[in-house]
């Protein structure tokens, strides 16, 4: 829509029924709880509210949108974000997860641990690892999220995905969501609204004590609090881990104002009371330098930044997305939810 301006949207959001918040402070939102104001937003849970939402912003792709569900991977800028910010929330009147056959079908709100003990509750298994990844299940297709030797892409079967540039929903196949090493072809204007993951049948008891294992490492190996898991993304196979290339310069404990590198885990970043965003970068920005430096090699960030400077932006981000076979995947996609491309 040409010339189209973020109040015509409200207007034509609020005029559909949607309620709109415009500023919303967005501090509380994520696990980091730093921020500043989205000059929009509007919270949407239902599957169908998400499809209708689609419909109008496909009206206005010049507007900037984000989309935030738990908020477990996200750094907002303390600038705020000049846009729309789409929060995805569990639905209270629907179904949230389905056991169909040997598949698990799950609300892309629901968090991963509910998506790890709802399964193994109903007797299914290979979800167990879920528990400890703190994010909800759409983010965590997002990003392949994983851990204690698994990952989305091993069990994924589906996704119901929403194009907020084309108005358009699919049922996209695993095969077609180029997903990779904490990465995927899904673009910024995607919405995950439903995932449909395979399960094998599995007893209670064992699967609960799998749970039990997950949850006690990770209780004595990471640290709980204000953070947002992992920050940078391991490097090339043979150049060790994120976190270890992190304690070897000794950085453990680093801190700028309320932001420090977490005593516990060198790939966390903990924000305390009176933390800001531009704390949290510039820890992350003095790791990168120092690591950069001592072990040559330079780490990006798994964290999505928000509302941020280009900058800031282009440092921390992986530069493998670029590389030809994920931008294929990427286009992909998008004429797979017909998306238009000039």
């Known amino acids: 829509m040409s ?26 939102l994520t696990t980091y709880a730093v921020g500043g104001i989205a000059a929009a937003s509007v919270t949407v849970s239902a ?29 907002i800028a303390d600038t ?50 879920c528990v400890g990844i703190p994010g909800g299940v759409g983010g965590a297709v997002r990003m392949n999220a994983g851990g204690h030797g698994a990952e989305m892409v091993d069990s994924l079967r589906s996704v119901e995905l929403v194009s907020l540039r084309s108005g358009a929903s699919a049922i996209v196949p695993v095969e077609k969501l180029g997903l990779h090493f904490r990465g995927s072809a899904l673009s910024s204007h995607h919405v995950v609204v439903s995932v449909r993951m395979q399960t094998i049948a599995r007893d209670v008891t064992d699967g609960q004590k ?20 992992s920050v940078f993304v391991n490097p090339a196979p043979g150049e060790g881990s994120a ?21 516990k885990h060198a790939n966390f970043i903990q924000a305390s009371d009176g933390a800001t965003a531009a704390d949290i970068v510039a820890v992350m920005s003095h790791v990168q330098d ?8 330079l780490l990006r960030s ?32 998008s004429l797979l939810m017909g998306e238009r491309h000039e």
């Open 3 to 28: 010339g189209s301006t973020l109040e015509l949207l409200v207007a034509e959001l609020r005029e559909a029924g949607f309620s709109v918040d415009a500023p919303r402070s967005m501090a509380n």
């Open 47 to 75: 599957a169908n509210d998400v499809r209708i939402l689609a419909t109008i912003t496909a009206r206005h792709i010049g507007v900037p949108m984000a989309i935030v569900g738990r908020g477990s991977n996200t750094l």
């Open 80 to 129: 705020g974000f000049n846009g729309l910010v789409i929060f995805v929330t569990a639905p209270a009147n629907e179904a949230t997860i389905e056991i169909d056959g040997d598949d698990v079908v799950v609300a892309a709100s629901v968090t991963m641990p509910v998506l790890a003990r709802r399964s193994v509750k109903a007797g299914r298994g290979g979800l167990e690892w």
């Open 210 to 229: 799998e749970i039990d294992e997950v949850v006690a490492w990770r209780r004595e190996h990471q640290p709980g609090g204000r953070n947002a898991g």
């Open 243 to 263: 976190g270890a290339l992190i304690d070897a310069c000794g950085l453990r404990g680093y801190r700028v104002g309320e932001a420090c590198v977490s005593e």
């Open 290 to 297: 120092v690591v950069k430096e001592k072990q040559g090699i």
């Open 302 to 333: 798994e964290v999505c930044l928000l509302g941020f400077e280009a900058d800031i932006a282009a440092r921390f981000a992986d530069p493998r997305h670029e590389d030809a076979d994920r931008v294929a995947a990427a286009r992909e996609l």
